[in-house]
């Protein structure tokens, strides 16, 4: 079984619409990140979470919000989706220096 | 600002050749820098980190170079495989927390 998991894999929504991108891990790691990655931009940091009572923003957090209900789930939300938010989806969690990605998350807002 | 960045966006090479991937950074202040490859459909996946109080650091197949007084990382892949076609991202830790990701550069491994 993978060790980060991500839901769903692919989804397509319309301008406005509230969208949820779930996280899952099993690695018991504290430190959990939310990262979305454009073609030629590598990846850009959302949120991150150092534990269940602390959520940071990230360097292009605007128009998402984040929850942490547990050590192990860690969901990103779209509050009202608009179409530059168009991208692939990374949840990841880092122990050292090593952080471990969930298969993504594939967005299209039209 | 602080920025990571790569010298070429594709690279393609013989299989059983040996496969360098630059980088160059920005902020002086990182203490490690890593190498990530992403494959097809795939979260990236850690390759090999360096310190940045080292010049040098081997695994299996892969080298890493850091040259500090030109702010440049490289990645050196021996032998390359098939299996080695990927995205390779590199990284710098800077904080503790934060991970600065460069574009990537896309191998390609010819048959």
């Known amino acids: 079984d993978a060790d980060v998991t991500q839901t769903p894999r692919n989804r397509i929504t319309k301008t406005g619409k509230r969208i949820m991108l779930e996280c899952s891990q099993t690695k018991g790691h504290d430190r959990m990140y939310w990262y979305r990655q454009d073609p030629g931009l590598g990846l850009r940091l959302i949120y991150y979470?150092?534990?269940?009572?602390?959520?940071n923003k990230g360097e292009i957090s605007d128009g998402y919000s984040v929850s942490r209900q547990a050590q192990a789930k860690f969901s990103l939300s779209l509050e009202s989706a608009i179409p530059n938010q168009t991208a692939l989806y990374f949840c990841?969690?880092?122990?050292?220096?090593?952080?471990?990605f969930g298969p993504g998350t594939r967005l299209t807002v039209l | 600002g602080e920025s990571v960045g790569l010298h070429l966006p594709t690279l393609s090479v013989q299989e059983g050749d040996n496969s360098i991937i630059n980088c160059a950074y920005s902020?002086?202040?990182?203490?490690?820098f890593i190498w990530y490859k992403q494959e097809s459909g795939k979260g990236p996946q850690f390759i090999i980190d360096i310190r940045s109080n080292m010049d040098k650091r081997q695994g299996q197949r892969v080298t890493v170079l850091l040259n500090k007084t030109v702010k440049h990382l490289s990645l050196q892949i021996a032998a390359t495989q098939p299996g080695d076609s990927a995205v390779y991202f590199c990284?710098?830790?800077?904080?503790?927390?934060?991970?600065?990701f460069g574009a990537g550069t896309r191998l390609f491994v010819k048959a």
């Open positions: 990841a969690t880092r122990q050292g220096n090593e952080q471990f």
């Open positions: 990284a710098e830790n800077t904080g503790g927390f934060k991970t600065i």
């Open positions: 979470s150092f534990d269940v009572k602390d959520i």
């Open positions: 902020n002086s202040a990182s203490d490690y």
